[in-house]
């Protein structure tokens, strides 16, 4: 029986999913918009506690998310002449399209030993020194936000997803230690990660250069804008985590007793909802290897279809300025074609 309190929360999920294409207000002020769907689904479903104000004013900041942020802001704009002439050194001496490979796939398998964080924000001053057209940054950055996103699974430094996953099961039977995600999905995150680099090499077409005069058109971040990202990568992710809380009633009352065939293409939510959140509720020490691979990983390749579905591509779309309808047009189609294949290969080889 669906309460009134699934049917507030449904309805939650479907505006903060549709609003951002429909609403030109919405997708302009989009993490003033999560905050406020966070702050009603967490009220809707009578989640209020103080732990969880708390945790929601220090987790942007115990998690290192905005500091990191903030520095490497403050790095790239004072340092930013020295990164254009290393950029131009190697436009000069490696073809463009051999540099964005190994861009994307040297990011995606450091993330888990650099953290997600630090390899979106690097990412995002790389493209904006490259001299590309603004619609195929766009989309270079989402493919790389994928690429990213699987890679800093690896590892449980990588992302707050990897670190619940290995925290729910360092206990009996699989007793998860550092390398248990590399053993156990690497199998799948390599080779996806390596796609997503020959993908992008795809998208730097032979008429994508930008005249130099394009590439120096915005002339950088001033420090207002250091500033005004941080606090706008703050609500975000606090917004995030208000969700995730209040539609744990949701999870707990009906995904989690999904199997796990129907449990990989529903895990698409998180392409809006924290991942992170999912992992916790979803993967427990009870659930058969097969299940856990299949969980995972529905969980990381949707994350990267929408801006929310994980931090570096909120941390890319706030430096790059994408619009969720950009990011959307590139990430869904790539994250369901994804999807479809490790479906395949997950389930079927």
């Not at 966070?38 to 945790?55: D, F, K, P, Q, R």
């Not at 890679?151 to 449980?156: H, I, N, S």
């Not at 985590?241 to 698409?268: C, R």
Request: glycine share 8%.
């Amino acid at each position: 029986m669906v309460s009134t309190v699934d049917m507030g929360l449904f309805g939650i999920f479907l505006l903060v999913l549709l609003c951002p294409f429909f609403i030109k207000k919405v997708e302009e002020q989009l993490e003033a918009f999560l905050f406020v769907m966070g702050v009603s689904a967490v009220t809707i479903a009578n989640a209020w506690h103080m732990e969880l104000v708390i945790e929601a004013i220090e987790e942007p900041i115990m998690k290192g998310i905005v500091p990191a942020v903030l520095v490497a802001g403050l790095l790239f704009y004072y340092g930013r002449s020295h990164a254009q002439r290393i950029m131009n050194v190697l436009l000069d001496k490696v073809p463009l399209k051999i540099l964005v490979f190994m861009i994307v796939v040297i990011l995606g398998l450091s993330a888990s030993l650099i953290t997600a964080i630090i390899a979106a924000l690097v990412l995002v001053e790389v493209v904006s020194l490259m001299p590309l057209d603004r619609n195929t940054k766009i989309k270079l950055t989402v493919v790389a936000c994928f690429s990213i996103g699987l890679g800093a699974a690896l590892t449980p430094v990588g992302e707050p997803l990897s670190t619940i996953a290995i925290t729910k099961l360092q206990g009996p039977p699989y007793y998860a230690g550092f390398t248990f995600l590399l053993e156990t999905i690497g199998m799948y995150i390599i080779p996806g990660i390596v796609a997503f680099g020959i993908l992008s090499t795809i998208i730097i077409g032979k008429k994508t250069v930008a005249k130099e005069t394009d590439i120096f058109a915005r002339g950088g971040d001033t420090l207002r804008d250091v500033g005004i990202r941080g606090a706008k990568v703050y609500l975000f992710v606090m917004a995030l985590l208000l969700l995730g809380s209040g539609f744990k009633i949701i999870i707990d009352t009906y995904l989690i007793h999904i199997p796990a065939m129907i449990l990989y293409w529903v895990n698409m939510s998180s392409a809006v909802l924290d991942n992170a959140t999912l992992t916790a509720a979803e993967i427990g020490p009870s659930m058969d290897i097969f299940q856990i691979k299949a969980i995972l990983m529905g969980l990381l390749v949707s994350g990267g279809m929408l801006i929310p579905g994980n931090i570096p591509n909120i941390i890319s779309a706030n430096k790059m300025g994408i619009t969720s309808k950009e990011w959307a047009r590139t990430g869904v189609p790539i994250g369901l074609v994804a999807m479809l294949v490790y479906f395949g290969w997950i389930f079927y080889i």
